[in-house]
């Protein structure tokens, strides 16, 4: 069984793409120092939960989903190795509110 965290806020812990940063900031609270980035959302919950795994390398599954109905899914990619965090957008489904 996989486990799931539920939350209202998370911390980035490397650089954020702009399209992410511009779809949180509509839902909630995003706060950046530096390649820090503390997300707090107003309405609705924050999931997480693992999707790959290995030797040098995990990759953690983020879903966004406001109170508005959009749902926002990030995927967190720690490379081991170069000690590095990264993040893309696996999948973006907006609401017709935030579709405009």
Request: hydrophobic residues 30%; positive net charge.
């Amino acid at each position: 069984m996989q486990k799931v965290i539920r939350s209202k806020t998370y911390i980035f812990e490397g650089e954020l793409p702009e399209e992410i940063s511009s779809l949180l900031e509509r839902w909630g609270r995003l706060v950046k120092r530096g390649e820090i980035a503390t997300y707090s959302i107003e309405s609705g919950e924050m999931r997480m939960r693992k999707v790959a795994d290995g030797p040098t390398y995990s990759v953690r599954r983020i879903y966004v989903e406001p109170a508005c109905g959009c749902l926002l899914e990030i995927d967190e990619r720690r490379d081991f190795e170069e000690n590095k965090v990264s993040y893309s957008i696996y999948r973006k489904t907006l609401c017709p509110q935030h579709q405009a």
